[in-house]
């Protein structure tokens, strides 16, 4: 992988450049209030590479909150349209870990019957990447994420150096072409100098037992009291799963507008830790209990998803616990409380 240099303001610059040909959106990390949020730039001064944690994670660009698939006349079979609408955007400043979760959402999309809803999307998407720089109190990616998870979807990886430079890893052709004319130099940095200013911010928090070990963990404690304790001070209000980034689940509405003339089917961001999630035909319901729901989420992260896709259901972001009005939802405090109360 070739590495090149540019000085943070000529990047800055660059990225100017680039939204004033207007061949993407550009698209980064802007602050709001005290937060900050993935937005669409107008101007590259709005552009802050220098933060902890987004609200949300960068996949409401693959999988709106909200999203057409089919419109149609009512009553007339042959009406049904379907709609993928898309356009081509550039993600810039996505933190490593939120990549490690675009491949995991890329397998879940692309498996079995391809969703071209999703794939579209992803596929007009260039992703340069990012390592933080700022300490994330719920943060734990380093114990759960392998370290070629992110550049399996990364074109570029950006690396704060402490002369006011960014190194920036090239990872695809697709990359290499986007970068072309910034002014990027050689680096002249050696591995080690990389190596340490990728690894700058150390998280605070560990999964309490090796990432591998979790499948058959979790199966020996299917029923340990940590669900019904944890169920128990649950208000299944969804945020946890609202702002993961590898929660993908959905589900689909038809809505007819007021004359009666046109409808669309969308599908909407749904989650397995609302009350009604798992109500099916004939009003009953397979996680009815809140314990149950806390159990299932958990199970999914550290059973499901790594033995499907050999890689670990969550990526450690610790949006979850930070949104978590009950403070219970962060996956370290549920392994924590399992290996203080064995
Ligand atoms: S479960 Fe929590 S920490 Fe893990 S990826 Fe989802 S939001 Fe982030
Ligand atoms: S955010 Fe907390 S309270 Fe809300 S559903 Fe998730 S675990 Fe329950």
Redesign the pocket.
């Known amino acids: 992988m070739d590495i090149v240099k540019i000085p943070e303001n000529d990047f800055y610059k660059f990225v100017d450049k680039k939204i004033a040909e207007k061949s993407s959106r550009i698209i980064s990390v802007v602050r709001k209030g005290t937060k900050f949020v993935f937005d669409e730039l107008d101007s590259a001064s709005r552009m802050c590479l220098d933060y902890d944690v987004t609200i949300l994670p960068p996949k409401k660009y693959f999988q709106p909150q909200k999203e057409t698939l089919l419109r149609f006349v009512p009553k007339q079979a042959d009406s049904y349209e379907a709609v993928n609408e898309f356009e081509p955007i550039t993600l810039i400043g996505v933190h490593y870990y939120d990549l490690a979760a675009i491949y995991l959402m890329d397998r879940a999309f692309s498996e079995g019957k391809k969703d071209e809803n999703y794939l579209k999307k992803r596929n007009n998407a260039l992703l340069i990447g990012l390592y933080p720089t700022h300490f994330f109190k719920y943060r734990f990616s380093s114990s759960v994420i392998k370290g070629e998870q992110p550049y399996k979807v990364a074109d570029l990886m950006l690396i704060h150096m402490d002369d006011g430079h960014f190194a920036l890893e090239i990872v695809t052709e697709k990359g290499r072409a986007y970068i072309e004319g910034a002014g990027c130099k050689k680096s002249d940095y050696t591995l080690k100098e990389i190596e340490d200013a990728k690894n700058r911010i150390k998280d605070d928090q560990r999964l309490p037992i090796p990432v591998e070990l979790t499948p058959d963990y979790l199966m020996k404690n299917h029923d340990h009291p940590v669900w019904e304790v944890f169920g128990e001070k ?7 799963v609202f702002v993961c980034p590898t929660c993908y689940c959905f589900d689909m509405k038809d809505e007819i507008d007021l004359t009666l003339k046109s409808g669309e089917r969308t599908r909407n961001w749904d989650g397995c ?1 609302l009350e009604n999630f798992a109500v099916c035909a004939g009003g009953h319901n397979f996680r009815g209990k809140r314990a149950a729901r ?1 159990r299932h989420r958990i199970f999914r992260k550290g059973v499901n998803l790594p033995l499907k896709y050999h890689y670990w259901g969550c990526v450690g972001c610790g949006r ?1 616990a930070d ?4 403070s ?2 962060g996956p370290v405090k549920v392994f924590k409380y399992i290996e203080e109360n064995k």
């Open positions: 649950c208000y299944s209000c969804g945020s946890c830790m806390f979850c949104a978590c009005t009950s219970i939802a």
